[in-house]
């Protein structure tokens, strides 16, 4: 193992595959995670693993990254998808106009489609709002929110990273203009300490700013709730979404016995300060209902918000004018030297984000060491807490 030492802020999704990453070029590794991990944004989402086709007409990008991980995730985690496949309907006249932008968005994209009847999408969906005029399918499907981090954490465990949950950080360890490390507080005994590194890599998702900070630069995440609404019952197999602009509730995943609708979409300043709106809730029961009549009187399991740590300026309003894409800030570019931050993305392309980090972390580190996490099969998730 590399003499090098490398310090990761956050323990989601993308913390996760980075020490997964980081670890299997050798490199030793300290993940910091203030809550238990996954106990953020990666805990809370829909648990969509993503086709892109939501993102193939505005968000191309996005779009092709999700597709492309998609399938390097089948191979590495097998076993912890369900690959339902996903459906986009069309119920009205309005959807059926986005048909044609949206075929050849996915067509650009790299994303297989197959153009359902109003018949056979009844068939394979009997819950379908019985109005839909035809859906076309694409290789969505859906997965438990917490396994696949765990199994890039086990992974990244067996290989000699150390993970530290209930540590949060507190401030910078600074020579000049370069962090050396970072100072923490252990929530399970209340001791603080420092960890000294010889890089940091912020990968905090919405709360990347506010550590950034600490190191006295700037990162331009605009955190953007979303109210998910779960439900009793499992009304569709596939996941179901509707043919038409990313918009409010328009997504139902079925997860083991409950189907999720979502999501709604505002912007906060503090992703600590989340808050989940009746009207928000009423609104995932009326646009889920439009695609699946029967979630109109469904009973209620959960509701909950989550903040998608989206990159762009505070000027954005709802964020779906952002991007879903991600990006790694090497911040030598504003003078302060022994820092990184990932941010944006998804839940999907994690292995993707950590892979583009650990790139700049081996560059500067002076290393030339491939990735490998394409090939690589993850350990189960069982072996996180087995060890």
């Given amino acids: 193992m590399s003499s090098y030492h490398v310090v990761i802020i956050g323990g989601g999704a993308t913390g996760s595959a980075l020490a997964h990453d980081l670890a299997l070029r050798g490199i030793r590794v300290t993940l910091v995670e203030r809550g238990e991990v996954t106990s953020g944004t990666t805990g ?16 191309q990008e996005s779009a092709k990254e999700c597709i492309q991980e998609n399938m390097i995730l089948r191979k590495i985690a097998p076993g912890s998808f369900e690959l339902n496949d996903g459906l986009f309907v069309a119920i009205t006249e309005e959807d059926l106009a986005y048909y044609d932008d949206f075929m050849e968005g996915c067509a650009v994209c790299g994303i297989p489609t197959r153009t359902l009847s109003r018949e056979e999408a009844l068939r394979l969906e009997p819950n379908l709002n019985p109005e839909v005029k035809l859906a076309v399918q694409v290789p969505d499907g859906t997965m438990d929110a917490m396994r696949l981090p765990l199994r ?12 530290k949950p209930y540590t949060e950080v507190l401030s910078f360890l600074m020579e000049g203009q370069t962090v050396t490390g970072v100072h923490v507080r252990d929530h399970t005994s209340g001791k603080e300490y420092d960890i000294g590194a010889d890089i940091v890599v912020n990968a905090a998702g919405p709360w990347a700013e506010k550590i950034a900070r600490m190191a006295g630069v700037d990162v331009p995440v605009q955190p953007s709730p979303g109210v998910l609404v779960a439900v009793w019952g499992r009304y569709n197999n596939m996941v179901i979404n509707r043919l038409h602009r990313s918009g409010d509730g328009d997504i139902v995943v079925p997860q083991r016995e409950l ?4 999501t709604s979409s505002w912007v906060v300043d503090d992703p600590d300060k989340l808050d989940v709106p009746e009207e928000h809730i009423r609104l995932m029961y009326e646009k889920g209902a439009e695609m699946i009549p029967a979630l109109k009187h469904a009973k209620m399991r959960a509701a909950w918000s989550a903040a998608r740590p989206l990159i762009g300026s505070r000027g954005a309003t709802t964020g779906r004018e952002l991007s879903r894409t991600f990006k790694c800030f090497d911040h030598a570019d504003e003078g302060v030297e022994g820092f990184v931050t990932i941010t944006g993305g998804k839940a999907t392309t994690a292995r993707a984000m950590a892979e583009t980090t650990a790139d700049v972390v081996v560059r500067k580190l002076g290393l030339d060491i491939p990735c490998r996490t394409r090939e690589v099969v993850l350990l189960p998730h069982t072996a996180y ?3």
Avoid at 152 to 163: P, R, Y
Avoid at 259 to 262: A, H, P, R, Y
Wanted: hydrophobic fraction near 40%; proline fraction near 0%; aromatic fraction near 8%.
């Fill in 385 to 387: 807490y087995t060890q």
């Fill in 152 to 163: 890039f954490l086990a992974t990244a465990k067996h290989n000699g990273a150390v993970i």
């Fill in 259 to 262: 189907s999720i609708i979502g």
């Fill in 44 to 59: 809370r989402h829909h648990g969509l693993l993503h086709s892109g086709a939501r993102y193939a007409v505005k968000d």
